[in-house]
């Protein structure tokens, strides 16, 4: 890199003097006979097809900025879509709603597993309390979303007769960005 403190500006004044652009001019005058035609068609195609690119690419700037600008006006209204997406709900939560099962439905087998309840039952007996407590389930809790993961009836089930393990989420609704 240069210093600019350390130059010596006084080697620059013979480019400056009157006698500089004479020199010039006898130069461009003498390039024919000095370099040759042939070198100076090849300059010239070289110095055209540069014109001809940077034109090109001119343009497609232009067109480019213009799209550009038609794109941003698009987005700009394009409404925000909310994100819906299903959250599982806290074993704590679980476990707490189910301890409320087992006291309501005491024929009835509860297991939290995760964010998930296992519901059991030993006999087809208990049908109509075992399709209550899926029921009850369904509606436990403020914006609950519950899924059957797995269901099992009678020789279906290993152990018991009845049996269904539900998965529980929360429905959460996040604004696009």
């Known amino acids: ?15 400056f ?13 003498r390039l024919p006979q ?6 100076l068609i090849a300059a010239g195609i070289a110095w055209a097809a540069g014109a001809a690119i940077g034109l090109y690419t001119t ?25 819906i997406r299903d959250v599982p709900v806290s074993k704590a939560d679980i476990e707490k709603f189910t ?10 087998t509860f297991k939290p597993q995760g964010a998930a ?9 208990y049908f109509s309390q075992f399709r209550e407590a899926i029921g009850h389930v369904q509606n436990g809790g403020s914006g609950w979303r519950v899924a059957v993961e797995k269901l099992c ?3 279906e089930c290993k152990g018991d007769k009845l ?7 929360k429905v959460s609704v996040d604004k696009s960005a």
Request: charged share 20%; glycine share 4%.
């Open 117 to 125: 309840i296992y519901i059991t039952a030993g006999s087809t007996a």
């Open 163 to 169: 049996g269904v393990l539900l998965k529980i989420n």
């Open 1 to 15: 890199m240069i210093d600019l403190k350390s130059f010596d500006w006084r080697s620059m004044q013979r480019y």
């Open 34 to 39: 000095n370099a040759g035609q042939t070198v």
């Open 153 to 155: 009836v009678g020789r």
């Open 59 to 83: 343009m497609q700037l232009q067109t480019l900025t213009t799209l550009r600008a038609e794109l941003k006006e698009t987005e700009a209204l394009k409404p925000p879509v909310p994100r």
């Open 99 to 108: 301890e409320t099962l087992i006291k309501i439905y005491p024929n009835l």
């Open 17 to 29: 003097t009157p006698q500089a652009s004479a020199d010039l001019n006898v130069f461009l005058e």
